[in-house]
Every structure is written in structure tokens, then in C-alpha cells.
């Protein structure tokens, strides 16, 4: 029996202060500054949409309007495209480093899923990155980590590492986001 393969992927993700990171899986990566804008993104990186044969999204943790506006596109383009789409966690978009991300009111994302205070993670003699880690820079290092200058690409997600982590392909409405906790919105009531 003959299985059929995923070829040509395109991967992004939404979750962090970076805005949008996205990458085909056979190479080439472009950047937009807001989640809002992935779109200009992914039209850098793709000529033909319709030669796409599946998508790989970010699930978070990481901002929760940003998490949602990746999804929906994962999931429109998906529908538009008649293509699989399959999630990864963004802290799994990370290689070498532990990977911490702003969670905002003070805390950070660290694998585990989990969300902590930037003072209570053990950072000594770790190589650290992501948006959390450059915004605690100062602590971090204070405590022993190593943390590469803010411009360092290993601070923003890998859309590669997110196709080879991602789980199994399948209708988009499957993927849902990883959120660590409630959001800070909330409907009045």
C-alpha cells in the first residue's frame, strides 16, 4: 500500500511579539511585523497557493488575539485549498535554547506548557530565547543565562522545526490552540 505524503508545506506562526514568522517547509522564510499581516508574508513565499498541499500552524502559548488570527487563517486557507492542515506548540519551534515567551502581566511561557514568573525559572548556565527572553534580558542574565542579542534570528519561532514537531494532518477545524491560561478579555456579564 502507497502513502500518500505531504510535499509542499507551508508553516507559520502567530503567538509571539514577533508577529508573523512563516516558512516553506522545503526552504525560504519572510516575516511581517504583525500577526495581522500574515498574509503579505505568505504572498512573499508563495507564487501559486494552489501548489500547496498543506499547512502547519503555531498553536501557541502566546497572545491570545494572535493565536486566533493564525488559526483562522490556517483554517481559511485550508478550506480555500482543500488542504490537511496539522498544529505544533510554538515552544516547539525552538532548537538548542529553552525557549520563553512573554506571557505578559509579568510571567513568561515555558515548555511544559506552563506560565511561571521570570524570577522563579532556573536559567543558570541555560542558553534562553524567544520574546520573553529578551525582554527579561537583564534578570535572565543577572541569574546565568545566556541570552543572544536581540536580533539573534534564534529568538523568533522556526517554521521549519514546526513542520518536523507537528502533529498528524487533518481537517483544519481539528487544530485547536494551546492556550496556558484564561485570556485577559473577557465578556462583561
Known sequence: MRRSRVKTILAFDTATSYGAVCGLASGGRARAARAGDLLVAVDE????????????????????????????????????????????????????????????RGEVFVPGPRTCRPEDLDVDGRTIAGDGAVRYRTLFEERGATVPPDDDPVHLPDPQLLVERAGAFGDAELVEPLYVREPDARPAG
Open 45 to 104: 513565499l508563495v507564487d501559486d497557493p494552489a501548489e500547496l498541499d498543506g499547512i502547519v500552524v503555531g498553536r501557541g502559548p502566546g497572545s491570545f488575539t494572535s493565536i486566533r488570527i493564525g488559526l483562522a487563517m490556517a483554517r481559511s486557507l485550508a478550506l480555500t485549498l482543500g488542504v490537511p492542515v496539522a498544529g505544533a506548540s510554538t515552544l516547539d519551534a525552538y532548537d538548542g535554547v529553552l525557549p520563553v515567551i512573554d506571557a505578559r
